[in-house]
């Protein structure tokens, strides 16, 4: 898998730059830098041994996963951007040394993204992945609790997709007669709403 060109500058980590690259080789990942941050891009078949040698190694040790989120770039640079639709962006610590870094890997499928899950290297992992699985619906292959944890349990689609309606797909209330919660289609239709402005006759000539 091809990974999305981006321009490339020159790190202001150099020193994090020569592990990486001296671990990984040119060919198997892409860094960038920008506003004094690192990001690292790999693809999908290197992800975990990317993301346990920046773990393990040596002048690396990224030891805390700070964050792990879902990217949909369907719309992205209004609707200009060609390349896979999904990403997982994680974000890591090392404690250790004191520097952090940037991982981002694409999922190869857009009809259904799937990526190993990374419990077994951070198991905080965990609850981030659930997390962008429900907004996302991206699959954590070998997850061991894959479940939502933000929508409810009849929840119906993934609302962080870029083509997931305002309103959702249904919505639910309590039902008297049957005395409990009940799911059914949207009752809001769809419309455009354009603010009114008003303003003083002479607005803006003193």
């Known amino acids: 898998m091809n990974l999305p060109s981006h321009p490339i500058s ?10 990486i690259v001296s671990r990984f080789g040119a ?5 960038t830098e920008a506003l004094g941050e690192v990001t690292l891009s790999v693809s999908p078949e290197f992800y975990l041994p990317a993301l346990t040698a920046l773990r393990d190694l040596p002048g690396l040790r990224f030891d805390t996963l700070i964050d792990l989120c879902g990217v949909d ?7 200009h951007y060609e390349g896979p639709r ?14 952090r870094i940037r991982v981002k890997v ?16 951070w198991p905080a992992a965990g609850w981030y992945e659930r997390e962008a699985f429900d907004l996302f619906g991206i699959v954590f292959e070998g ?15 993934h609302p962080f ?16 007669e049957q005395g409990r919660v009940v ?17 003083e006759d002479h607005y803006g000539r003193n």
Request: avoid cysteine; charged fraction near 25%.
């Open 10 to 19: 020159v790190p202001l980590l150099p020193s994090l730059e020569q592990a």
């Open 27 to 31: 060919q198997n990942i892409r860094l």
């Open 73 to 79: 770039y369907s719309d992205y640079r209004m609707g």
């Open 86 to 99: 999904f990403a997982v962006v994680l974000h890591l610590l090392s404690v250790e040394l004191n520097q």
């Open 106 to 121: 694409f999922a190869s499928d857009d009809d259904f993204p799937r990526l190993p899950t990374t419990v077994q290297i």
């Open 143 to 157: 997850h061991p609790d894959l479940r939502r944890i933000l929508t409810d349990y009849g929840f119906v689609g």
């Open 161 to 176: 997709r870029k083509d997931f309606p305002t309103s959702g797909y249904v919505e639910m209330r309590y039902d008297p």
């Open 183 to 199: 799911y059914q289609p949207v009752t809001i239709e769809p419309r455009e709403i354009t603010p009114r402005v008003i303003r």
